[in-house]
């Protein structure tokens, strides 16, 4: 499996068009939900990060959807929030698209952190995963975002935590701890294991496939069609070691089902 990874302010509908011959899933957002999460944002514009601040998250994110329909790749929508109801409604709108819902425990700014949401959210795994069953519970599936090196953190039991919660997906930013995506993959057998960050080319999306990632996911160059197609390439070339000849070779644009 080959993602997308959100990128904020940018990652939007036409965007994960122009990714769709290469890639899965593409994680549209991030996108701040509650009041809390909208003043985060707000103040990282402020000091000219690119954020998506639509007057109304949830109809921006249902139109977004609505926008890629037919699209021949799956849409996630990479999601903030402070507090849970509006992770329920973010859900529930994206169970009605077939859409996966990735719940952000990854964002480190100052502004998200101060304001409850990020990776403050895998400091206080209670709360992840009551986050994680709120969005289980509407029927959509639930993807997680989360990062090594968060002190005082140990990821691979907060990454069972939220796959007993309900969670689908475990989206890793390995940062420089590479190795940790194979801890995560063992204590998770039955959730996906998306693997993030310095995903370029076959070396690194074979190293983290190697430590038993389910596919990797393309940050920053997720725009740029020839980091896609050689990774692209790369996790086709992995699939068919395992699964023969057969396996859908995305670089001629088609996307397995």
Not at 109 to 137: I, N, P, S
Request: net charge negative; proline share 5%.
């Amino acid at each position: 499996m080959l993602a997308l990874a959100s990128l904020s302010g940018a990652a939007d509908a036409a965007w994960a068009r122009h990714g769709a011959p290469f890639a899965d899933l593409a994680f549209l957002g991030g996108l701040a939900l509650d009041a809390e999460a909208r003043a985060a944002a707000r103040d990282l514009v402020a000091r000219g990060r690119e954020e998506f601040l639509p007057d109304d998250p949830l109809a921006f994110a249902d139109a977004q959807l609505a926008a890629l329909a037919g699209a021949p790749i799956r849409p996630g929508l990479n999601v903030r929030s402070a507090t849970v109801d509006p992770i329920r409604a973010a859900a529930t709108v994206c169970a009605r698209h077939d859409a996966v819902v990735e719940i952000n425990a990854h964002c480190r700014q100052a502004e998200l952190c101060a304001a409850g949401c990020g990776e403050t959210l895998l400091r206080d795994a209670d709360r992840l995963t009551r986050y994680v069953a709120a969005a289980a519970e509407t029927g959509a599936t639930v993807s997680v975002k989360m990062r090594t090196e968060v002190d005082g953190v140990d990821l691979p039991a907060t990454a069972r935590r939220v796959a007993a919660a309900g969670a689908d997906i475990v989206h890793v930013d390995a940062m420089d701890s590479e190795p940790v995506v194979a801890d995560v993959a063992a204590v998770t057998p039955e959730t996906r294991v998306l693997a993030n960050n310095g995903v370029r080319d076959r070396e690194t999306a074979w190293e983290y496939l190697a430590y038993g990632a389910d596919g990797v996911s393309v940050g920053r160059p997720s725009d740029d069609p020839a980091v896609l197609r050689r990774v692209a390439r790369a996790v086709d070339d992995w699939d068919r070691r395992a699964a023969g000849p057969q396996t859908a070779d995305r670089r001629d644009g088609r996307v397995p089902e």
